[in-house]
Nanobody
Framework: VQLVESGGGWVQPGGSLRLSCATS????????IGWFRQAPGKERGGVSC????????YYTDSAQGRFTASSDSAKRTPYLQMNRLKPADSATYSC???????????????????????WGRGTQVTVSS
């Protein structure tokens, strides 16, 4: 099982980035994909969840209205479109494959601190002027 993020970089406040998460080694359609982020000195936090079985979505308050999660099942690639970026969005963004949407939701929302998941190494996003 492998997940590899790409698409990070530097962007000015108000700009946009689209992150990708290339996946392999598991039955893509049966999993949910979570996006998480961690800034230096801070704990990892949830951003969004996308359920590949039924296209369910969840966004944390910080992402709601600005970020959009999607998935191309033919390419086995989830995406995170990030618009109206703020300096507070600067972090390393990681994708994770989880066995259910509800597991992703519980982890991303902070209801649980750990669940079984496969993680990518992350891609850095820097928002500054």
């Amino acid at each position: 099982v492998q997940l590899v993020e790409s698409g990070g970089g530097w962007v000015q406040p108000g700009g946009s980035l689209r992150l990708s998460c290339a996946t392999s080694g598991f039955n893509f359609g049966d999993y949910a994909i979570g996006w998480f982020r961690q800034a230096p000195g801070k704990e990892r936090g949830g951003v969004s969840c996308f359920g590949n079985r039924d296209n369910s979505t969840y966004y944390t308050d910080s992402a709601q209205g600005r970020f959009t999660a999607s998935s191309d099942s033919a390419k086995r690639t989830p995406y995170l479109q990030m618009n109206r970026l703020k300096p507070a969005d600067s972090a390393t963004y990681s994708c994770a494959a989880l066995r259910s949407f509800f597991q992703c939701f519980d982890l991303a929302s902070g209801r649980i601190g750990y669940t079984r998941a496969t993680w990518g190494r992350g891609t850095q996003v820097t928002v500054s002027s």
